[in-house]
């Protein structure tokens, strides 16, 4: 099935400015890069962590430096601290080319003329400038000249090996004449003359952009990164989660070890990076097939609870898509209990209110459930905006639970599918569009690379981008497959399948069962960021909630966030987050989650939600749908 006319769905909506974003730096032809590790630089002056490295603009060049992470009781923080400082003369910077792993900054002097380019990737081990015309790159660091290296100079900065690969090299100035290319690096703790080899080699061969590609089967899902270089071996480096489960051998590997915040990562020489992650498919409801006569009675009585007290569907893009969610969830959930004329009223209500927050011109008839694309931003906004959805915030949390929502419901009618397809295809194409347009950027918010979303817009921050909920995360790509079944389209299925695999494996990695810190104190890692790791959310400091927001909205694809964690790993965590689940903030999703620790444990949280109180469970979700989550264990 071809990429979706891009244009032709934004034609759909209304156009209005209504995105509240810094100014962008980037070139005509660029669109304004949100939601990427390299935001906080596109939008402002924040560092950025490109994985190994970190990397500031100043007002005449850059700094470079090797983040180390360090542990607290509760974060690990690995901030950017400059090693290396770079003069190259500009006044400013605009961004000249991105995908969603590399960037390219074009360095202009006072006149705007462009002095030459900078490039950096995740993954990528080095930073290039390439000088557009003759003139003198200066490098402030205690770096001096290596004759007889594989390094023009080197030197210790900070504990780490920093070197240079250029033309030349006196006492910190380099002089190159246009085309020519200055390389900066640090070296891995013990590095073989092998590693040196890899990395002056890349050091010389600009990372000029990378291409993703990926393949699912019923085991795998395959993400394919190809770093591409004006020739050269190029290298790159392995993060942990590329490393974790069954994965190949890989040639070039084993080269050194880098420090990062979610583990070690090994170098490799190489411009080809395959990671593989366990298939997660689209999951609809819990199925409830084998669930007892007891269950079955419970769950239905919980339904009807739950049916009768469904409020008024809020207007703003989270709330309401969350609430939608839950309608359609307890739809479909009741239907397959065979209490259909018990949900036949919720059926229609929720099919209209998702009807009228995909009717095309919704917002030039009102100003909430609707939707409107921005031409300044290049994105598509909701209205009522929600968490800073209209900075560009959270997008796929937000679209993910429309998009299940009408997965859900269009499962098995076409007639309600044709009817949401205008607007619920465009959701889909400005969260997770395979390929770049005018319109819309390649794969907003997710990161080939580091295996995760960015939920962040513009990245205000000095610790980078962030995610919160790996879960919503997880959900939002679950829901993006439901509603790629729904209406028929393979690839998008696919790609959806590939998104949540991923995600779900990154999840394990850094979110749920991360990789000890010495001084960290805690089972799980509730907020990622380029630069730091918390044990913290954004709004609450209940450790019902930490734990909650990793496990919302706790349908059957977040059962993939326990897959070959340790159970008593799990027990631990649920008993830090609030052993009796009665906690207002999410005590619901976190009983849940003890069920996936065994079967004992099924049974014990199976009696508990019977018994907690209403406010413990989210409106994201309902008692019915977490007994059924349970009894499908």
């Known amino acids: 099935m071809p990429e979706p006319d891009v244009a032709a769905l934004v034609a759909q909506v209304p156009a209005r400015q209504v995105a509240t974003l810094p100014d962008a730096r980037v070139d005509d032809a660029v669109l304004p890069q949100t939601n990427r590790w390299y935001s906080g630089l596109v939008f402002g002056d924040q560092p950025v962590f490109a994985q190994p490295l970190s990397f500031q603009l100043t007002a005449s060049g850059f700094t470079l430096g090797l983040p180390r992470p360090v542990g607290t009781a509760t974060t690990v923080a690995a901030p950017h601290v400059p090693a290396l400082t770079v003069d190259v003369g500009a006044t400013r910077a605009v961004v000249s080319a991105a995908d969603p792993v590399a960037v390219t900054l074009a360095l202009l002097d006072d006149r705007g003329e462009v002095l030459g380019h900078v490039a950096l990737a995740e993954g990528s081990p080095v930073v290039t400038f390439t000088a557009a015309r003759d003139l003198t790159v200066r490098t402030e660091g205690g770096l001096s000249a290596t004759p007889d290296g594989p390094s023009t100079a080197r030197g210790e900065v900070g504990g780490t090996d920093w070197a240079v690969q250029a033309p030349s090299f006196d006492a910190g100035a380099t002089a190159v004449a246009a085309g020519e290319v200055v390389g900066w690096y640090a070296l891995p703790a013990d590095a073989t003359s092998a590693a040196e080899r890899a990395l002056a080699d890349a050091a010389q061969h600009p990372v000029q952009g990378v291409d993703v590609t990926y393949g699912v ?208 295809d465009l959701l889909a194409t400005d969260v997770a569009a395979g390929t770049a347009s005018d319109d819309l950027p390649q794969l907003r918010t997710f990161d080939p690379y580091s295996g995760h979303s960015w939920a962040s817009g513009s990245a205000p921050f000095a610790d980078g981008n962030n995610q919160e909920s790996s879960s919503e995360a997880v959900n939002a790509w679950n829901g993006l497959g439901l509603w790629a079944q729904a209406s028929g389209q393979d690839d998008l299925l696919a790609q959806a399948t590939w998104l949540a695999s991923t995600e779900s494996a990154a999840a394990r990695t850094y979110w749920t069962a991360p990789a000890p810190v010495p001084g960290f104190e805690h089972e799980i890692v509730s907020l990622v960021w380029g630069g730091k790791r918390d044990y913290a959310t954004w709004f609450s400091p209940e450790p019902s909630a930490i734990l909650g927001i990793q496990l919302i909205p706790m349908g059957p694809a977040q059962a993939a966030l326990a897959e070959g964690v340790d159970p008593q790993r799990i027990r631990h965590a649920v008993v830090e987050a609030g052993a009796d689940g009665t906690a207002p903030t999410f005590g619901g999703y976190v009983l849940a989650y003890l069920a996936l620790a065994g079967d004992d444990d099924a049974a014990e949280a199976w009696e508990r939600l019977l018994a907690i109180p209403a406010d413990a469970v989210d409106d994201g979700t309902s008692r019915a749908a977490l007994l059924a989550f349970v009894a499908a264990r």
């Open 217 to 424: 089967d019923e085991r795998v899902a395959r993400t394919t990164l190809t770093y591409r270089t004006a020739g050269g071996d190029g290298a790159y480096v392995l993060a942990p989660h590329h490393r974790a489960g069954d994965q190949p051998e890989r040639d070039g590997c084993g080269l050194g070890e880098y420090a990062s915040l979610g583990g070690p990562l090994e170098l490799c020489a190489g411009s080809r990076l395959d990671a593989f992650a366990p298939t997660v498919e689209p999951a609809p409801v819990p199925d409830v097939a084998d669930a007892s006569s007891h269950e079955r009675q419970a769950i239905l009585t919980a339904l009807a609870d739950d049916v009768a007290s469904t409020p008024d569907f809020p207007s703003d893009t989270y709330f309401g898509g969350k609430a939608l969610f839950r309608a359609a969830t307890l739809v479909v959930l009741g239907e397959q209990l065979g209490a259909t004329d018990q949900v036949a009223d919720l059926r229609t209500r929720t099919e209209d209110a998702l009807r009228e927050w995909t009717q095309p011109d919704g917002c030039g008839q009102r100003e909430a459930r609707c939707f409107v694309y921005d031409p300044d931003a290049r994105s598509v906004i909701g209205l009522t905006p929600s968490f800073g959805s209209d900075e560009l915030n959270d997008h796929h949390f937000h679209y993910g639970y429309l998009l299940a929502a009408g997965g859900l419901l269009a499962a098995d009618d076409p007639a309600l599918a044709d009817d949401l397809a205008p607007v619920l």
